[in-house]
C-alpha cells in the first residue's frame, strides 16, 4: 500500500515550502528530507536517498539529515561553499565506517541534494542522482547532474564506437558518486549564489520522481502553481509518479518543493 506522510509546511519570508514522502512498495522508508530554518531568512532543504540494504540505506540517509541540520541549526557559517562541502565530507567518511551489530562495514550510501537559501540567494550541493530544479518563466531546468556512469559515457561519447556505447549505456544509471564511498569523487557546488526571482520554484527529490516523470509532466505541474497551494502540487506530483509505476514496483519517492514570492 502506498502511505503518503503527512505534508511538512514552512513559510519563511518570501519562500513557502511544502514537502512529502512516499514508502511505495518498499520494505523501508530509506528516503531522508527535511527543510530546517536558521531565521526566517536563512533555510536549508535536503533530500538523501539511501542504499546497501534495509537498514543501512535507511542509517545513511538519516546520518546525513541529522548531520546537515544539526550543523545548519547551530555553526557560524562564514562560507557557505565551505561548510556545505565539509558536511558532506564528514557524512561520507561517518557512513564509510559504519559498522552492524556484527561489527562488519555496512556498505551503505546516500545520494544528497541540499539547497541553501539566505534571503534571494540560492547556494545547492549535489552528491548522485537525488535533482535539484529551478522552475522559473515556464522553463524547467535541472540545476544539478547525476553522478552515473551516464555521465562518463557522456563524456567520452566521442571515443567509443557507437555500438560499445549502446552496450555501456545500459549500465548508465550506475552511480559513481555518493557518500559512503571514502573519498568523494564527483560533486556539484555552488561557489557563487543563484539570485531568485518572485514566482522562482525550487524543486528537490529523489530518483523515484524523475524516473517516472519526464521533465514536461514535472513541468507541467508547476505551471499551475500559481493557482494552487505549493501542497496541492507536491501531491500532483506524488500522485502522478505513482500511476506512471503502472504496476511495476514503485520506488521511495520524495519531494521538496519550495516557492519563491
Known amino acids: 500500500m502506498n502511505e503518503l506522510e503527512d505534508t511538512l509546511l514552512l513559510n519563511q519570508n518570501r519562500l513557502h515550502f511544502a514537502s ?50 544539526g550543523h545548519f541549526m547551530n555553526d557560524p557559517i562564514d562560507s557557505v561553499p565551505r561548510f556545505l562541502y565539509e558536511l558532506a565530507d564528514e557524512c561520507d567518511q561517518t557512513i564509510y565506517t559504519l559498522r552492524d551489530e556484527q561489527g562488519k562495514l555496512l556498505k551503505a550510501g546516500t545520494t544528497l541534494v541540499a539547497a541553501y537559501v539566505h534571503q534571494d540567494q540560492l547556494y545547492y550541493i549535489s552528491v548522485g542522482d537525488s535533482r535539484l530544479y529551478l522552475y522559473r518563466n515556464h522553463q524547467l531546468i535541472q540545476l544539478t547532474k547525476d553522478h552515473n556512469y551516464a555521465m562518463l559515457l557522456e563524456e567520452a561519447k566521442g571515443k567509443m564506437s557507437r555500438e560499445a556505447y549502446q552496450n555501456e549505456i545500459k549500465k548508465g544509471e550506475f552511480l559513481v558518486s555518493y557518500l559512503g564511498m571514502g573519498g568523494l569523487k564527483y560533486l556539484e557546488l555552488t561557489k557563487e549564489p543563484i539570485v531568485l526571482q518572485p514566482q522562482d520554484y525550487l524543486l528537490l527529490c529523489s530518483d523515484g520522481l524523475y524516473k517516472r516523470l519526464s521533465d514536461d509532466k514535472i513541468a507541467a505541474i508547476l505551471r499551475d502553481a500559481p493557482f494552487l497551494s505549493i501542497a496541492r502540487c507536491v501531491d500532483l506530483l506524488l500522485e502522478e509518479a505513482t500511476e506512471a509505476y503502472n504496476g511495476r514496483r514503485q520506488d521511495n519517492t520524495s519531494v521538496i518543493l519550495a516557492g519563491y514570492y
Open 20 to 69: 512529502k514522502s512516499i514508502l511505495g512498495e518498499r520494505r523501508s522508508q530509506q528516503d531522508a528530507i527535511g527543510v530546517v530554518a536558521r531565521d526566517e531568512e536563512t533555510t536549508l532543504s535536503i533530500v538523501a536517498d539511501g542504499m546497501g540494504g534495509l537498514s543501512g540505506g535507511e542509517l545513511a540517509s538519516m546520518v546525513t539529515l541529522n548531520t546537515f541540520s
